[in-house]
């Protein structure tokens, strides 16, 4: 087979693998939060099959998913897109392998998660949006970028290294260690032990070698302290910022309130 492939995704939310999505990107089953900007998953997925194959002509949903995971190289895609189906047929009884109908549950399977109203942890920001909060390294020629559109429910934010003069963003362009550690503005958060960070492939068993160009990144809950650390440089500490609370109740209907502050 022409390409390498993943057939399946460890969710860290659920502690689950998902039978259908090879991306490093995990989602959750929360409905969308109140004034968040969620659409669904077709979005982004759409957004990465035309940046990466622009010309290749996706057949049906699935291919769309397959193409958005990026795991197909050269060669044959539509072949490749078929073996990756294949592989699930072992999940159904032979007589439905037989009349076509697992092929077709799994293609079901994909147009229902494609239309899921949800905002994967991990996509990136598109060119122009504004969503990004970038602040130079001292002494460095990056910068980090901290950017959460749509996670406002997760209460996460993501964060990757740019180059500072292009915007683009790079793969750990540098010897470093990111660390959560103690933090003064939300001290319930893990990190009264400091705690060391990595990056959303690795905790997927990427090697760093095989992250593809520019998609590294790191996921870090509201109010998290870092410490980025670098050899021979100073270190560099920064909080992710805290949003304001969600206003979770507008619909809870014709309501008398009590507040406590």
């Given at each position: ?208 070698e095989d992250i ?7 996921v870090l809950l ?40």
């Open positions: 087979m022409a390409g390498r492939s993943q057939s399946n995704l460890y969710d860290p939310n659920t502690g689950q693998a998902h039978s259908i999505l090879p991306l490093p990107l995990s989602t959750s089953s929360q409905p969308p939060s109140p004034g968040s900007s969620q659409g669904t998953l077709r979005e982004h997925y759409m957004r990465a099959y035309h940046l990466f194959y622009p010309h290749i002509k996706a057949r049906h949903d699935w291919d769309i998913v397959v193409l958005a995971t990026r795991s197909f190289t050269d060669g044959d895609f539509y072949a490749h897109s078929d073996e990756i189906l294949e592989c699930h047929f072992s999940d159904f009884p032979s007589e439905q392998v037989k009349d076509g109908s697992a092929r077709m549950q799994l293609l079901r399977q994909a147009t229902e998660f494609l239309d899921t109203r949800d905002t994967p942890t991990g996509a990136k920001p598109c060119p122009g949006e504004d969503d990004g909060h970038i602040r130079p390294i001292p002494n460095s020629d990056y910068s980090l970028r901290l950017w959460g559109k749509g996670l406002e429910l997760k209460r996460e934010y993501c964060l990757d290294f740019v180059h500072s003069a292009t915007g683009e963003p790079v793969n750990s362009p540098f010897e470093f260690e990111l660390w959560a550690v103690p933090s003064t503005s939300a001290p319930w958060l893990p990190g009264a032990v400091k705690s060391r960070i990595y990056s959303l492939e690795k905790s997927f068993g990427i090697p760093q593809m160009p520019g998609e590294e990144k790191f509201e109010g998290t302290a870092c410490l980025l650390v670098r050899p021979g440089m100073r270190s560099v500490h920064f909080e992710v910022p805290i949003r304001l609370p969600l206003d979770l109740n507008r619909n809870l209907g014709d309501v008398d309130q009590i507040k406590f502050n």
